[in-house]
């Protein structure tokens, strides 16, 4: 049983990663309050201070043999992929789009997506990521919302904007470049920091192979005007950068 936002607690007999300036590494305890670490090492001191009434409700768990250290932090995910696992790895990049990722994108609703979602992010949380980078796809990223919200990580989520018409995107895919930014920009007003300010909004036109330079640079224009990040692939190919 672990701590929640709103639990106090004493990890006893940890090691402790603290990652601060000197790379400390500590053995003892740790004291959360209220979701806030105040103590660690010995934390005598810090639970003295707290009231008689406080400190009853302060849950201890022994965490020998254990390490504490702050969450991984996943810079760049797909979530909606997560059931393709696995397929045409050995396909080169414009392949593997075009024969397997796109046409399975295409197929997914609200409710795969969901599901594809919420395995990703069981398998993210379970192997200590805490905040994540998703880029989504093109339609119900208010599916992938919902299970981030539900999910206790952090994370900045965006739709995945692609008004190129190229014959090898499935038509499902294809957007117009007006409908992709006012869809961007409703997602951003419903979900940048929402969830305690947990969720945050990133724009995410797919790549420049997949974008018209329009999207791009109004995109862009948008990004700026609401504080919004811009996640995007960039450079992965010879192709794409010829």
């Known amino acids: 049983m672990y701590p929640s936002d709103t639990d106090s607690c004493v990890l006893r007999n940890a090691v402790v990663f603290t990652l601060d300036n000197s790379s400390s590494i500590v053995e003892g ?77 295409a197929a997914l609703d609200a409710d795969t997506l969901s599901v594809s979602a919420r395995l990703g992010l069981a398998e993210l949380v379970s192997s200590g990521t805490t905040t994540l980078l998703d880029m989504g796809t093109v339609h119900h990223t208010d599916a992938i919302g919902e299970a981030v919200a539900d999910s206790g990580i952090r994370a900045f989520i965006g739709k995945c904007m692609m008004d190129r018409d190229e014959e090898n995107v499935p038509e499902a895919l294809h957007e117009e470049t007006e409908a992709s930014l006012r869809e961007s920009r409703r997602l951003c007003e419903r979900w940048d920091g929402t969830a305690d300010g947990r969720i945050r909004y990133a724009f995410a036109p797919r790549f420049a192979l997949s974008c018209t330079d329009e999207l791009l640079s109004r995109t862009a224009e948008a990004a700026d005007e609401l504080d919004a990040l811009i996640h995007t692939h960039c450079s992965e190919t010879e192709y794409e950068n010829e």
Request: net charge negative; proline share 4%; hydrophobic share 40%.
């Open 29 to 105: 305890d740790l004291l959360v309050e209220d979701g806030t670490i105040e103590a660690i090492g010995d934390v005598s001191t810090a639970l003295n201070a707290l009231d008689e009434t406080d400190r009853e409700h302060v849950r201890e768990l022994d965490l020998e043999g254990s390490v504490v250290m702050p969450g991984f932090v996943q810079p760049h995910i797909h979530l909606c992929q997560t059931l393709l696992r696995n397929s045409a790895d050995d396909m080169a990049l414009i392949e593997w789009l075009s024969t397997r990722v796109w046409p399975y994108e």
